[in-house]
């Protein structure tokens, strides 16, 4: 038999995210029987779908998105977890991100699960509603310490690692968030377009795009969702120089990538999360030979600064911006440069391949320990 790996996720944006998507092909052509658990909480898919070597598993329970509503129905998807839990009775959970350790670490108690803990994001920094300053630094301290207590924890960046301080947890593997080789063809735009797909947030620098691309006559795509829609949405869509085109499906964010002239990846690095973010459209930019726009401060900026891969700008500084983007716009030639060496870099260091062996191989070495 087969051995059997549930995946837990909170969320379930535009059904699936692609690292979990890939992650859980990896592992099924591996010979794993695999499952993934998530939380459907604005009850827009199926509970059962069917995808390519493995099952997802839906909880339905509506919850708000990044509001101080949601952690009163966090107790209800830790309780469903366990119960999906106790009835599949795999043999490792695979738990991302710190909402999914609870019922995780209680498998491993009453199942002798082993416990894989994907980190996507470091969880105080991330949470968008504000808590005292005490209760962050609690989480940040719980989190260390659970992180502990799983058998393999799974980092985006090894640049991470030092979250954890003097006592990190005994098995750690670096993967990275990169995307899988594919064909993906071009839309023609008739004007010069910058793309931005994500978290809907103020700390990803929307407001100033959409000004840069009103001063200089660009076009601003911007796709994904997340805890501030109510107030930036409205936003880009009363912009004539901006659009708003909903929470995409991976290929369709692949297609506009592919279709843009500019990939934006903006970080507010106030915020330690993005200071130390490794952002999956970095890599597709890369991927898909495109420069991108982003900010100091921040792991991503000091990357493309160095490797010559686009702009630099200064974050919340709406000039600033505009002049970043006024260079790459000014500039077609060096666009095509910085996209050729970000190709390189994707072929030789960043292909998804590496990481997929990667992830086998450390999920061999935790069953056979």
Known sequence: MPAKVVFLRSKSPAGIEPRIDKEARALAAAGYEVHVLLWDRALEHAEIEGRAGYTIHRVRIRAPEGRPGLAAKMPRWWLAARRFLGQFRPEVVHAVDFDCLPPALAAKRSLGAKIVYDIFDFYAPMIAVNLPSWLREALTRLERRLARDADLVILPDAARLGFFGSEP????????????????????????????GGQIARDRGIRELVRACEALGARLVVAGHGPDEATLVPYVEASPAAEFVGNLPYEEVLAWTASCDVVAA????????NRQASPNKLFESMMLSKPVLTNEGTLVGDFVAREGLGAVARY????SVRAALEKLMMSPQACAEMGARGRTLYETRFRWEIMRDRLVSAYRALLEA
């Open 169 to 196: 947890p005994p098995a750690i593997v670096e993967i990275m968030n990169v995307p899988e080789e594919r064909a993906v063809t071009p839309r023609p735009r008739p004007l010069f377009t910058v793309f931005y």
């Open 266 to 273: 903006l970080y507010d690095p106030a915020l330690p999360n």
């Open 316 to 319: 919340g500084d709406a000039d």
